[in-house]
């Protein structure tokens, strides 16, 4: 039996002083049958900079045009490859068994 794969969308703008904390949090997961997409809505900081470190073959990063945060998950879902998707937002924490 296989595992489901989930895609985790993350939009955000301008939260580059938030976002290491949710994605430390979802890089917690008990369960690890999953990516992470993170769609940057247009941010003017540094949201980039401070991503970097942290993109690799799981965790993905897109820059859209700002339009707003409906549009930024509707983006990230077209890129998505889960089975599942799982929309969560730029300045939430993700307890370790969100996935199970």
């Known amino acids: 039996m296989n595992s489901p794969f989930f895609s985790i969308i ?3 703008f301008n939260r580059a002083h938030l976002i ?20 940057d809505d247009g941010s003017t900081d540094n949201t980039l900079t401070v991503l970097q470190p942290f993109l690799n073959e799981k965790i993905k990063y897109l820059k859209k045009e700002n339009a ?12 998505a490859k889960g089975d ?3 929309w969560f937002d730029s300045d939430d924490l993700m307890l370790p068994n969100h996935l199970e």
């Open 84 to 86: 599942y998707i799982n």
């Open 20 to 39: 290491t904390k949710t994605i430390n949090s979802i890089l917690q997961q008990h369960y690890k049958n999953y990516e992470i997409i993170i769609v």
């Open 10 to 12: 993350v939009p955000t």
């Open 68 to 79: 707003e945060r409906a549009a930024a998950r509707n983006y990230g879902t077209l890129h």
